[in-house]
């Protein structure tokens, strides 16, 4: 019995090393490619350039034991503006949650008082801003021309 059981044990481990090694696999972030992918959702999206502030001592540090739940939400403050046809034209002033999200072992992370990008579903406020290991939601300090190309995708230029 016991020769049985090692290879279903060593397959079992093999499994959890390849799901883990695989949950990790990111595409390089791209704040045009998450445009596109959210343009197309049939949720709604605010796109919101700005500043967060939350307290830096609340993000989860190091890595996660494997199977722990997420980290605890993190109240925010958001100041920024919201993308519409004309640009970043519209004041969004907000208290926001701040989500870290994980995947295997690895959590994302965010910076307080940093000029970022955000793309947040539109729930009922206050809304909440995923950070992601992949880095697919927040994308800090983006160029002018960033700025300006999600401006043109807005209005239909992508």
Same mark, same amino acid.
């Given at each position: 019995?016991?020769?049985?059981?090692?290879?279903?044990?060593?397959?079992?481990?093999?499994?959890?090393?390849?799901?883990?090694?695989?949950?990790?696999?990111?595409?390089?972030?791209?704040?045009?490619?998450?445009?596109? *992918?959210?343009?197309?959702?049939?949720?709604?999206?605010?796109? +919101?350039?700005? *500043? +967060?502030?939350?307290? *830096?001592? *609340?993000?989860?540090?190091?890595?996660?034991?494997?199977? %722990?739940?997420?980290?605890?939400?993190?109240?925010?403050?958001?100041?920024?503006?919201?993308?519409?046809?004309?640009?970043?034209? /519209?004041?969004?002033? /907000? =208290?926001?949650?701040?989500?870290?999200?994980?995947?295997?072992?690895?959590?994302?992370?965010?910076?307080?008082?940093?000029?970022?990008?955000?793309?947040?579903?539109?729930?009922?406020?206050?809304?909440?801003?995923?950070? /992601?290991?992949?880095?697919?939601?927040?994308?800090?300090? =983006?160029?002018? %021309?960033?700025?300006?190309?999600?401006?043109?995708?807005?209005?239909?230029?992508?």
């Amino acid at each position: 019995m016991p020769s049985m059981m090692h290879p279903i044990w060593l397959t079992a481990v093999l499994a959890c090393a390849a799901e883990q090694a695989q949950a990790l696999r990111c595409v390089a972030p791209d704040p045009l490619r998450t445009f596109s *992918e959210i343009a197309a959702a049939p949720e709604d999206y605010y796109v +919101l350039y700005g *500043e +967060l502030t939350f307290d *830096e001592a *609340e993000l989860p540090e190091g890595l996660r034991a494997m199977g %722990a739940g997420l980290p605890a939400p993190i109240a925010a403050q958001f100041r920024g503006k919201g993308l519409t046809q004309a640009g970043f034209t /519209s004041d969004y002033i /907000s =208290p926001v949650t701040l989500q870290i999200d994980c995947m295997a072992n690895y959590c994302g992370t965010a910076q307080s008082g940093i000029d970022a990008l955000y793309f947040v579903r539109a729930d009922p406020t206050p809304v909440t801003m995923v950070a /992601s290991p992949c880095r697919e939601w927040i994308f800090p300090e =983006p160029t002018q %021309a960033v700025l300006d190309q999600l401006t043109a995708c807005m209005q239909g230029g992508c």
